[in-house]
């Protein structure tokens, strides 16, 4: 598949069919999120695939009462495209459980040579995250990134049995679509684009930056 | 072009011609970048485009000097891979004036409704920045992914007259390439995946970790 027509159709697929994915797939979104770089070739990164119900039922459980909270919390939406952004995490986090896969991408809490591994760690493990999830558009899969996991980082930890030195940058329920892959939706470039210096700012105002994806 | 085909030869372009890049591949480039999730579809980035030489110059004569330094602080590699590597982070430093040009992938300091920054902004930037690349790469194009901004990050904030709510993740040298694409060599699958939970930790000790990209 076109690599341009896959990234120009990789909604985040929040709705997603319970039907199984084939081991050998799941093997080949890794492999394509191991293409991507990562400082000094490290590859320093690790996938854990859960599939087992009850694992997912716990995991889905506790993100769906805490962001179902958060949400709550928040002030109602003044505007369309919020009012879907907040069903949309809703419906997401309240489902985790009916996702057939939830891959979690994780990497080490510090590097050799006592590198800071804050921003070194995200730069490798968000562009594998996001190689694995154009391969899975590219396979038919749906999938979202999230960082849900960060709502139950302590319970996820201990359930999947991570070590000390291991932590999750995101998690990504796989499965395939129940809706259509369709034509992201997202500001033009022109209002993202800055030649040679910053000029003047034409960032818009927040309410104008969230269209529906 | 296929995209698995685009992710399995993406490898890190380190050797560019100084031959100008069309700014309409640019706007590309910045199209394809833009198609990556963000948190909320937010689409909270920036894209400061450097071509202009004087400015080239200044960023690639501080950078080049810190890196050098830098590596030469380093313990001296053991190994062909470290050896390798080191050799061409110091390429890359000294010669990033020679690329056509230097993208600088942007975000905020912080986003709407008090969201931590730190981990919620890179996730977006560096999905983004892994589609900027793949788009080169499907265009034809080198990158590389660095963080050596980071290195003179209140010179170059300073020069290209970034506000002060806007940070920068990554920089990406553009430009055709000097070397061959050709696939990029990273570990097994297997050593990389865990299936339902970590189990035994099959990571690699440090030195069996780094085959060249």
């Known amino acids: 598949m076109d690599?341009?027509?896959?990234?120009?159709t990789c909604r985040a697929m929040r709705y997603l069919k319970p039907?199984?994915?084939?081991?050998?797939m799941i093997e080949q979104l890794v492999f394509y999120a191991t293409r991507?770089?990562?400082?000094?070739?490290?590859?320093?990164?690790?996938?854990?695939?859960?599939?087992?119900?009850?694992t997912k039922q716990r995991i889905g459980d506790v993100i769906g009462d805490r962001i179902t909270a958060r949400v709550a919390s928040y002030p109602p939406p003044d505007n369309e495209a919020d009012r879907r952004m907040n069903e949309g995490?809703?419906?997401?986090?309240?489902?985790?459980?009916?996702?057939?896969?939830?891959?979690?991408?994780?990497?080490?809490t510090d590097y050799p040579r006592g590198r800071p591994i804050e921003k070194w760690g995200w730069a490798?493990?968000?562009?594998?995250?996001?190689?694995?999830?154009?391969a899975a558009r590219a396979l038919g899969l749906g999938s979202t990134l999230t960082t849900f996991n960060d709502h139950a980082d302590s319970e996820?930890?201990?359930w999947l049995e991570?070590?000390?030195?291991?932590r999750?940058?995101?998690?990504?329920?796989?499965?395939?679509?129940?809706?259509?892959?369709?034509?992201?939706r997202r500001r033009p470039v022109d209002e993202v684009i800055h030649w040679e210096r910053w000029q003047p700012d034409l960032r818009p105002q927040q309410g104008d930056i969230a269209p529906k994806d």
Chains 1, 2 share one sequence.
């Open 124 to 134: 490798s493990l968000f562009p594998a995250a996001q190689n694995l999830m154009l």
């Open 168 to 184: 999750i940058a995101c998690m990504l329920p796989i499965g395939w679509p129940a809706r259509d892959f369709g034509p992201v």
């Open 162 to 166: 991570l070590p000390d030195d291991v």
């Open 19 to 24: 039907d199984p994915v084939p081991r050998e």
């Open 36 to 54: 991507a770089p990562s400082p000094r070739n490290t590859q320093e990164w690790d996938f854990v695939i859960v599939t087992d119900e009850a």
């Open 89 to 108: 995490s809703l419906t997401l986090a309240q489902s985790l459980a009916n996702a057939p896969v939830l891959i979690l991408v994780c990497g080490p």
């Open 156 to 158: 996820i930890r201990e």
């Open 3 to 8: 690599v341009f027509e896959v990234m120009e």
